[in-house]
């Protein structure tokens, strides 16, 4: 009992102090908070009594609390402009910005002939004080007459052009100081932005405290894009009047002057009375700006600039357009060892082939645009290992620059089948494969025949050679095993596989050509066929060399390989087929004499697209027509004008080149072209120049390579020494022969 007494009278005595210390800090937590308490009073009481000695009323408080407002707007406004500020300066993250060149690109046609260059080579030779003093002040007047008094922008002048374009309802007068239009140039992209114009602005004062007034005018004057490929006053005026800048006179200066707003809209050897009319407006601002008399400018009113004409000048623009975009990927590409930013590139165009191209599109379109109610059309034209020998993105590129063969989605119609068709074979159907040609309805849509009848039982083979849309339908559904999506899928898998790289959207009409493609990779997706089941990728550069020569890239070295898509069966089954096509069925147009050929025709539904898309063993071309409106064609198949371009220009191609046997097509004699359509009204067949075989071109090439090397190599070495003598002996005797 006494032990049991103890421990309850210790536990006791463990409660009772535990109270007490838990009493002795609550007061100590109590007490601490009435002296912080009682301290925060005196120290407010304090601090009140002291700000009472600043205590202001009436005007002077009105004048403070100004005052403060404006330092509270002010640092936030601060904090704002850094924000916005920091994304322009990364643009300038570059030390070496001012040398910075761009991409500049001399392009040869496929035997080193040069064709044209695109990109800015900058010529920095004139010097701002041997430019003519009127071509300063016309680009002054029209462009930035505050330039010598703003700190890069043009505050009364942005303001003034924005109450001038909201009276006009749109834009009218540009609000971009030189020094903004020159870090746009140099730092910017071209998109219509508001983040873009901020970071100009902020650019533009940065600019203008790192380089002088005249540092940046000079800047302007070689940098500015002016129409026709030139870059730079001094470029533009030798490619529009044949003359140095240092020359021109008040009236070319004026049209110069004008150029630099809208290029494309007011160059001369484009559009001479725009120019000529915009060079008038230039005369005026030199009038407002108090810069020239009416006097001083009588005699380039009376007498105006006339530009170099260049309308018969052939250059293959869109080619050139579709090649450079190439060059400037493959360039982000290249070694770290390389620091060109000026390259030679070889191209695999036919300049021949190009013009024959060209001349077929605008020939047909003259005779037959109008009836057919067509007013544009592309092609191209590849060798079967993906090399593009032409291209024709329009039909004309000084009115539109828009590619139509390498940027324009259009519906392929029936001349996507062939990958329909690939899709099934590859997996388990046979040409001779029996599909019933009959009613059918996926949901709402149920496809119809071109002659809205039905054919019963038929063959793969057939119903590909007569173009019927039902069969493809019923193939996607027994490709996904009854579930017609699973199905569209490995036909899309297919196309992708083949070359088609724009988005396939997941219609039930996608198996006969809904979905839209591009004229560039329909025709590189037709090369597996002749290729024997091995998909190539369409390029345009053969190699890339330095501008002192030296070899940097290599398309049979460096570019990508083939790689097979299909079976070597499917691909022989298919050309059979679409051999059947050409000779038997809707694109008999298309027949080349002696020359065995394939292809597939397209037509799409209210005929806004016609295509036919064709190969032989030695070329593939894809030919569309169309309106931009995407406006209905009169009728138009893809049997008949497609057709009969494709064949013009494909006759000419084979002109003395050695002919390639399609795989799985029987090489013996073609049909000859019906005779009713074999030859175009008011037309003569060119006649190509006699070239070399491919295996002579490349000879010749690495011939070329050989003398190079060589010389480069006895360039160091004395006149005289035996190894020279030696080496100069030997390549002359592998020229000879």
């Not at 001012?98 to 064709?115: I, M, N, P, Q």
């Not at 001479?272 to 407006?281: D, F, Q, Y």
């Not at 139509?404 to 074979?425: C, E, H, I, M």
């Amino acid at each position: 009992m006494r032990d049991l007494f103890n421990d309850d009278r210790s536990r006791g005595h463990w409660r009772a102090r535990l109270r007490r210390v838990a009493l002795d800090i609550d007061s100590r937590v109590d007490s601490g908070m009435f002296e912080a308490g009682k301290w925060s009073r005196e120290l407010y009481e304090r601090f009140s009594i002291f700000m009472d000695r600043f205590h202001v009323a009436g005007w002077r408080r009105l004048m403070v609390e100004g005052l403060s407002e404006g330092a509270t707007l002010g640092t936030a406004g601060l904090v704002l402009m850094l924000a916005l500020a920091v994304p322009a300066f990364r643009e300038t993250s570059d030390e070496d910005w001012l040398k910075k060149s761009e991409l500049a690109v001399t392009f040869l046609d496929r035997y080193g002939t040069e064709v044209g260059s695109r990109g800015i080579k900058h010529n920095d030779s004139v010097r701002l004080d041997e430019f003519p003093d009127h071509l300063i002040k016309a680009v002054l007047a029209t462009e930035d007459r505050r330039f010598y008094e703003h700190f890069g922008i043009d505050v009364p002048g942005t303001f003034r052009a924005v109450l001038t374009n909201a009276r006009a309802g749109g834009v009218v007068q540009g609000g971009s100081s030189i020094t903004q239009q020159l870090a746009k140039n140099l730092f910017l992209s071209n998109e219509r932005t508001l983040e873009r114009k901020v970071k100009e602005a902020f650019l533009a004062i940065w600019l203008e405290t790192r380089l002088t007034k005249n540092e940046i005018l000079k800047l302007y004057l070689d940098r500015a894009y002016l129409g026709g490929g030139t870059f730079g006053a001094d470029a533009a005026s030798q490619f529009y009047f044949n003359k140095s800048a240092r020359e021109v006179t008040l009236s070319e200066a004026a049209m110069l002057a004008g150029l630099f707003k809208a290029p494309t809209k007011f160059a001369p050897h484009i559009n001479l009375p725009a120019a000529r009319g915009r060079a008038n407006v230039v005369l005026d601002n030199l009038i407002e700006a108090g810069f020239m008399t009416e006097g001083q400018v009588f005699g380039a009113r009376r007498n105006p600039a006339t530009a170099v004409d260049r309308r018969h000048e052939r250059t293959p623009n869109y080619y050139l357009d579709w090649a450079f975009d190439e060059m400037r990927k493959l360039a982000n590409t290249l070694p770290k060892s390389v620091h060109e930013s000026v390259f030679v590139v070889r191209t695999g165009l036919d300049t021949g082939l190009q013009q024959v191209s060209e001349d077929a599109i605008e020939s047909m379109l003259r005779q037959h645009g109008q009836q057919y109610n067509a007013s544009q059309a592309a092609t191209v034209v590849m060798e079967t290992d993906g090399t593009v020998r032409a291209m024709v993105g329009g039909r004309d590129y000084g009115e539109s620059q828009f590619n139509r063969a390498t940027d324009a989605l259009r519906q392929p119609g029936s001349s996507f089948k062939p990958y329909v068709y690939a899709t099934a074979l590859s997996n388990g159907f046979k040409p001779s494969s029996i599909v019933v040609d009959g009613p059918i309805c996926l949901g709402n849509w149920c496809p119809q025949n071109y002659g809205r009848s039905f054919s019963g039982a038929t063959t793969l083979t057939s119903a590909l050679v007569r173009s019927i849309n039902v069969i493809p339908v019923k193939l996607s559904i027994s490709l996904g095993d009854g579930n017609a999506r699973r199905g569209r899928d490995k036909i899309v898998a297919t196309a992708r596989a083949m070359g088609i790289r724009t988005p396939l959207t997941d219609t039930p009409s996608l198996p006969i050509g809904a979905a839209e493609v591009t004229v560039l990779d329909h025709t590189g997706g037709y090369a597996t066929f002749p290729n024997g089941g091995m998909a190539v990728t369409p390029h345009a550069i053969l190699e890339v060399r330095s501008a002192g020569g030296d070899l940097i890239w290599r398309f049979d070295r460096d570019g990508r390989k083939p790689r097979r898509v299909i079976s070597e069966q499917v691909a022989a089954d298919m050309n059979m087929m679409m051999n059947k096509v050409v000779e038997e069925g809707t694109a008999r147009r298309a027949i080349l004499d002696g020359i065995k050929a394939a292809g597939k025709t397209g037509t799409t539904n209210d005929y806004h697209d016609a295509w036919f898309v064709g190969f032989t063993g030695n070329y593939v071309a894809a030919v569309w027509y169309g309106n931009d409106d995407y406006s209905s064609l009169n009728n138009m198949t893809g049997g008949s004008l497609p057709a009969m371009t494709w064949h013009q220009i494909m006759a000419y191609a084979h002109q003395g080149v050695e002919l390639r046997p399609i795989p799985g097509v029987d090489p013996a004699t073609p049909l000859s072209r019906p005779a009713v359509v074999a030859q175009t009204k008011g037309t003569e067949r060119p006649q190509q120049p006699p070239v070399l075989s491919k295996r002579g071109a490349d000879l010749l090439v690495r011939i070329e390579r050989m003398m190079e090397d060589a010389t480069r190599s006895l360039a160091a070495r004395p006149a005289t020494s035996p190894e020279r003598r030696a080496a100069t002996t030997e390549a002359a005797a592998a020229a000879s022969n």
